[in-house]
């Protein structure tokens, strides 16, 4: 078995087994590496480091005049917001958390998501991503801001949790769920989750109605080596594992302005086109599904 000591990386002294699978250790490596302005420039606003995508309506006032020399950096902050905004939405649908509750964001990249829960409910937030460079940053996030007793992120794989059975009030997957078979992570989630406590995701599926994955979804893939669902597949996963949707919600009307907003900033990327056209010809949604433990 391989193993990583990042007791050098300062994240932990216990002996962390190596990816499960080959394709584990190219997420791995792929996460280490990544280092978007588009990511780290908008993280840079306010401390909360995402890698999701934004929803809600462009605030123009704010953006004010295109020719403004301080334009770009209002954009940057504009995009950040939205981004903000996506993680509100999911933390509000983990109904009512407790302080003396703990969280579990699987996939949870540097933790924005982490700090924004814990800033809202009080409670415990453990993290689990595969890359130990994201889960030093989130550490150090939490250390600076004087909340690493409450979150605290792991390299680990999400499908093998450390976690005790039936530990979780909530638990979620933030634009994480498309890196793993859907019925090994949630048969984890019902493990880890208490009767009655909620899961949440937000993700990108494809459309079923569509017929199959179109090349638009194809280039997302590629762009991100992952393997986008359909929608039909995250309803049968849940169902088959104990998880009860209680709400369903297409977001794809409002994630949409978030993109063609970035697609005029300086930091794209070059996957723009491929959300803002799968989005529009129905072949791709965003979509939030909020499931009980049953
Ligand atoms: C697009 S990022 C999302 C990060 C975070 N949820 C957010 O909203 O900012 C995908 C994350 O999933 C993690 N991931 C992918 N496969 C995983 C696995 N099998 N176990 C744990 N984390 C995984 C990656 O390491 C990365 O942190
Ligand atoms: C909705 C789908 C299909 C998401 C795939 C997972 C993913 C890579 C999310 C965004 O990460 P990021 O914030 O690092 O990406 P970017 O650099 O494009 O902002
Ligand atoms: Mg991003």
Redesign the pocket.
């Known amino acids: 078995m391989t193993s990583t000591d990042l007791t050098a990386a300062g994240t932990s002294s216990v002996f962390i087994p190596g990816p499960a699978t080959p394709y ?1 250790g190219d ?1 791995a490596r792929y ?1 280490d590496h990544e280092a978007r302005p588009v990511n780290l420039r908008l993280g840079d606003v306010d401390g909360l480091y ?3 995508y934004g929803i809600g309506d462009i605030d123009h006032a704010a953006l004010g005049d295109t020719e403004d020399s301080a334009y770009e950096k209002k954009l940057i902050a504009e995009l950040h917001r939205l981004e903000s905004a996506q993680a509100e939405l999911l933390l509000e649908h983990l109904g009512s958390i407790g302080r003396d509750d703990t969280l579990v ?6 933790g ?2 982490m700090v924004m829960a814990h800033q809202r409910f009080g409670c415990k937030v453990e993290g ?4 130990a460079k ?1 889960a030093d940053f989130a550490n150090q996030r939490a250390h600076e801001l004087g909340i690493e007793d409450h979150v605290r992120a792991r390299v ?4 093998s949790t450390p976690f005790e059975t039936g530990q979780a009030a909530g638990s979620w997957n ?3 769920s498309m ?2 078979d859907l019925h090994d992570l949630f048969a984890e989630h019902s493990r880890v989750l208490q009767v009655g406590g909620r899961y949440v995701t937000i993700t990108g599926c494809w459309n079923p109605r569509y017929g199959q994955p179109s090349k638009w979804v194809s280039q997302i893939n590629a762009h991100f080596e992952c393997n986008i669902h359909s929608r039909r597949e995250y309803l049968r996963a849940m169902a088959d594992n104990r998880l009860v949707p209680q709400a369903v919600i297409d977001l794809t009307p409002d994630t949409l302005p978030y993109w063609e907003l970035r697609a005029t900033s300086s930091l794209v990327t070059g996957i723009e086109e491929a959300f803002i056209e799968s989005y529009k010809d129905g072949s791709f949604q965003y979509v939030l599904i909020a499931a009980d433990r049953v």
């Open positions: 584990q997420i996460w995402h890698h999701h964001d699987a996939g949870c990249g540097r924005g998501s689990v991503t595969l890359s994201q680990c794989n999400m499908l933030n634009e994480s890196y793993v």
